[in-house]
């Protein structure tokens, strides 16, 4: 098949800034770029799938769009609560649609490696989770270290209490069942991460590095035409890379 239509919505922004490029750079076929004020609906019409960086308000009327006029969709807008992206990915379910939280293919292959090894290595392995990003970033720890842990709390029949953001003062010995996250912030770091399985005698360790904001709009392009020849449904990274 062809390379999709693509539209890409949003574009205003930085991701979209980062898409077009990537766009060029892969040589697909962008047909619109829209952003605030423009007309989303004529535009949505004229592609075969849909790449929506935009703000979390405008997501529901994406999907809206995207259903009415069968587009696939590729979601990359965050902000949503809980309870408001639950609704969402109900009403996305109705055409094929793409939602992650990042779109790194080397950071989504770090999540089924974690996950991997969690179940492997078990508790007398202890997990720790390290994450850095540059100064100005203003949450920690980061949305990617998060899903690292629930992985590593999923495997391990774990709940949020075996968590340990950090350490100070007297701790005494750690357990089996400790999981620590450990946030490092300077300089212009993109983001680095790393799952650690710490043995007696051995220790395994798992890292991504970040050195180009480009690889999140490069995966979600890679999603999108993916998703183009999916039956309806909602899939994340997971499924674009064969991983599930």
């Keep these: 098949m062809s390379s999709p239509r693509i539209?890409?919505?949003?574009?205003?922004?930085?991701?979209?800034?980062?898409?077009?490029?990537?766009?060029?750079?892969?040589?697909?076929?962008?047909?619109?770029?829209l952003d605030q004020g423009d007309d989303l609906e004529a535009g949505v019409a004229q592609g075969d799938v849909v790449v929506d960086f935009s703000f979390h308000t405008v997501t529901a009327e994406v999907i809206a769009a995207c259903t009415k006029h069968s587009k696939s969709l590729v979601v990359g807008t965050t902000g949503h609560s809980s309870e408001e992206k639950?609704?969402?990915?109900?009403?996305?379910a109705q055409t094929s649609t793409v939602w992650a939280?990042?779109?790194?293919?080397?950071?989504?292959?770090l999540y089924?490696?974690?996950?991997?090894?969690?179940?492997?290595?078990?508790?007398?392995?202890?997990?720790?989770?390290?994450?850095?990003?540059?100064?100005?970033?203003?949450?920690?720890?980061s949305g990617t270290a998060?899903?690292?842990l629930e992985i590593i709390l999923e495997e391990r029949k774990l709940s949020e209490n075996s968590l340990r953001h950090g350490r100070e003062g007297i701790t005494g010995e750690r357990t089996d069942d400790e999981v620590g996250i450990h946030s490092i912030r300077g300089g212009d770091v993109v983001g680095e991460h790393t799952a650690m399985f710490v043995g007696m005698g051995?220790?395994?360790?798992?890292?991504?590095?970040?050195?180009?904001?480009?690889?999140?709009?490069?995966?979600?392009?890679?999603?999108?035409?993916?998703?183009?020849?999916?039956?309806?449904?909602?899939?994340?990274?997971?499924?674009?890379?064969?991983?599930?």
């Excluded at 639950?86 to 996305?92: D, H, I, N």
């Design 112 to 141: 089924a490696l974690t996950r991997r090894a969690a179940a492997v290595l078990g508790p007398d392995y202890n997990a720790e989770v390290t994450e850095m990003h540059h100064r100005f970033k203003k949450d920690a720890p």
């Design 101 to 109: 939280g990042n779109y790194s293919v080397g950071v989504n292959l």
């Design 86 to 92: 639950a609704k969402l990915v109900e009403l996305a």
């Design 146 to 148: 998060a899903r690292m």
């Design 7 to 33: 539209v890409i919505i949003g574009s205003a922004g930085r991701m979209g800034h980062a898409l077009q490029s990537a766009a060029t750079e892969l040589s697909l076929n962008v047909v619109a770029s």
């Design 202 to 244: 051995e220790r395994l360790e798992l890292t991504h590095r970040a050195t180009d904001r480009g690889i999140f709009a490069r995966g979600a392009l890679r999603a999108a035409q993916w998703v183009a020849n999916q039956p309806a449904g909602v899939y994340d990274m997971q499924h674009v890379l064969g991983l599930e």
